[in-house]
């Protein structure tokens, strides 16, 4: 699924849905940015 599809989608939600999603997303971000970060030390 790609961002032009998700965006207008989001845009309908209530503004407390909207801050639920970004926190959701947020620390989703944060894993999997951990992740990579752990590959990458490993690697080196």
Known sequence: MKLE???????QLSL???VHLI????SEI???LSQVESQTR???
């Open 30 to 32: 944060e894993r999997e």
């Open 23 to 26: 926190e959701q997303l947020a």
């Open 16 to 18: 407390i849905d909207k």
């Open 5 to 11: 599809q998700v965006l207008p989608l989001a845009k």
């Open 42 to 44: 490993r690697s080196l």
